[in-house]
């Protein structure tokens, strides 16, 4: 067999001769020039890369309307920073206004963009913080340029640099001291960059008062329209956000120790086939308590911004969130130890764990329910009477655990029983000793479960004591208060 090839200026063809002769050649068989095959990948390329631009948006858009579903108070502070930017922004395009302020009111811009945050408490504390810090650094700033004025040309540029680096040393310092970073950081910042411009401008600038007004009056404009935009239209208030999120970890809690006594002494097959998904939420929902320590300290400096809201005062106590959210993430380093102890796989013997599974499952349901009561009681601000009784029952709950514990090694170790084995022949006796004994170590999983059910409710009891602290001091309304304002008009009515 013997192959023929036709070279042509299009392309190539193969021709090839069969042993009877004959030869075949088929036009499909010629090969394509090279810059097609090219052109042919760059648009399967160009095609791919199209298909996943487009799966790419539509999973952001899915995201996105997710994130606005899930929280539309996102949405509505996106419209607040646009309304806000709309309305600074008429100080460019109306010509009354901008004449008013100078080539400055880029400077209102800048603030509404730097200043407008999510809840009312961050914004207002930018606002000041700025309107503060540029109000002394300018007024500093024109005293020093007066003070350089006056000893003349020389030793002007020496005096502004010596201030520059004093002022601005001093008060980056100062943002080292706790007290200060923690209200005051962004002011000293804008402290420094403002002292800084109007000092160095100031070396050029002949009407460096005028400047420095109209620099501070677009400052005032800009805060001012964050601060009534922020406040007027559906405001988010951080002392609110606080007490949810203190509320909802106190839910989590109890939601976190049922779970985890349920899954330790389940003892069916029943049991198990309960929704795992939702199980493990339970177990595992303790941990956002472990991490909310940041939050409740960055929530607590904003909360004392706001003013009085809602069922907030003026001086509504926001040092004892701290202490009660200091005694919820103890308690959850005990929930978590106990998850670790169930999570051991341990075998301990079931009668064992019928034995102290009923007293567990009891002092785990008493202080769910003391938990959930007090998240009831800050969720109504109002002062439980069932709270006193629901702690009752769990120092009862643990009492009987207690008690349960010391009678576990008449349980556990038997005294031993003497058998006797005779021979064929009975000349003789063997006594055989044996122990209705169980080792130790399958005993202490059971016993660590027990006295962490324990300490939790001693821990409950501390979380107890913060709320009904805090229920004092912000001055909760009594539960029969609430029921008599609850009466029908009628029966008043007939009391009078």
């Not at 493990?280 to 303790?286: F, N, P």
């Not at 009085?308 to 009660?324: D, V």
């Not at 004994?437 to 004591?465: C, F, G, H, N, Q």
């Amino acid at each position: 067999m013997g192959k023929e090839i036709k070279g042509e200026s299009h392309g190539l063809e193969w021709r090839i001769n069969m042993p009877n002769g004959t030869s075949s050649s088929s036009s499909s068989s010629v090969l394509e020039p090279e810059y097609k095959n090219r052109a042919h990948q760059i648009c399967r390329r160009l095609q791919d890369l199209a298909v996943d631009m487009f799966l790419s948006l539509s999973k952001f858009f899915e995201k996105a309307w997710n994130t606005g579903k899930s929280d539309p108070r996102k949405l509505m502070h996106c419209l607040k920073v646009g309304m806000a930017l709309s309305l600074v922004s008429l100080f460019y395009y109306m010509r009354p206004l901008y004449e008013g302020v100078g080539g400055n009111a880029m400077w209102a811009v800048m603030t509404v963009v730097v200043v407008f945050e999510y809840t009312v408490g961050a914004t207002l504390s930018k606002s000041i913080n700025r309107a503060i810090g540029t109000f002394l650094a300018g007024s500093l700033g024109i005293g020093v340029h007066w003070l350089a004025s006056q000893c003349g040309q020389k030793f002007e540029p020496v005096i502004l640099q010596v201030s520059v680096f004093l002022l601005a040393t001093a008060a980056t310092f100062s943002r080292f001291i706790p007290s200060i970073k923690a209200r005051f950081d962004y002011g000293a910042m804008i402290f420094i960059l403002t002292f800084s411009l109007v000092s160095v401008s100031g070396y050029r600038v002949d009407k460096l008062v005028e400047l420095a007004h109209q620099r501070l009056s677009t400052v005032a404009i800009g805060t001012s329209i964050c601060i009534f935009t922020s406040m007027l239209f559906c405001p988010v208030w951080a002392g609110q956000e606080l007490h949810f999120l203190i509320i909802n970890n106190i839910q989590k809690l109890a939601d976190s120790l049922e779970g985890c006594t349920a899954e330790y002494f389940k003892d069916d097959a029943a049991e198990e086939a309960i929704d795992d998904d939702d199980s493990s939420k339970k177990l595992q929902s303790y941990k956002c308590v472990l991490n909310s320590k940041a939050t409740e300290e960055s929530m607590i400096v904003l909360a004392r911004w706001e003013p009085a809201h809602g069922n907030f005062n003026f001086r509504h106590p926001w040092k004892l969130y701290l202490k009660i959210g200091a005694s919820a993430r103890t308690c959850a380093y005990h929930i978590e130890a106990l998850n670790s102890n169930i999570s051991s796989n341990s075998e301990t013997p079931e009668f064992l764990k019928k034995h102290l599974g009923r007293f567990c499952k009891k002092l785990s349901t008493n202080s769910s329910n003391v938990l959930n009561e007090l998240a009831n009681m800050m969720k109504t601000m109002t002062k439980s009477s069932k709270i006193d009784l629901l702690l009752e029952e769990m120092n009862s709950a643990v009492k009987d655990l207690q008690d349960a514990l010391k009678s576990l090694p008449n349980q556990s170790i038997s005294t031993p029983e003497i058998t006797v084995y005779k021979p064929s022949n009975n000349t003789t006796v063997k006594p055989y000793t044996k122990f209705n004994s169980i080792p130790v170590v399958k005993i202490v999983p059971l016993i660590t479960t027990a006295s962490l059910l324990i300490e939790i409710a001693s821990r409950v009891e501390e979380i107890t004591e913060s709320v009904n602290e805090l229920a004092n001091e912000a001055e909760f309304e009594p539960e029969r208060i609430k029921k008599t304002n609850n009466d029908s008009p009628n029966q008043h009515s007939g009391d009078r």
